[in-house]
């Protein structure tokens, strides 16, 4: 008889979510999104969605974003990982620095995150974002 596979942790997947803003591909990590994830973002600019509900829907939310984001991710710096009573749970810090494509200016924008790990797949991702730095970055 097999051992069960273990799934990743909070951490492995926070790391794995790490990678993945840093690849080609701009920061797709709807892989590791459970089905019926929850994606919120309690900061969101007014007129952009604050909470999206399954991983199809953040898919379509995101790739636009993405597409129109003028910012290549380079690093993600200064990460403070929190564990909590809950084996689930997690409360991370970091701070994410790109180039601005437009302008190749360099920049970076601290963040927090809340992030919930059920059966290797992200159930909840709460994110709060620094708008005003974000804005300036863009902006500068």
Known sequence: MSEPARMPSPREVFEHMQRSWLAADGGRFDDLLADDAVVEMPFAPAGRASRIEGRERFRAFAAPQRAAFPVRFDEVRDVVVHDTADPEVIV????LAGTVTTTGRRASAPFIGVLRVHNG????????????????????
Not at 92 to 95: L, P, R
Not at 121 to 140: F, N, V
């Open 92 to 95: 991370v810090e970091y701070e």
């Open 121 to 140: 797949k992200i159930a909840r991702w709460r994110e709060y974002q620094d708008m005003p730095a974000i804005t300036a970055a863009l902006l500068s």
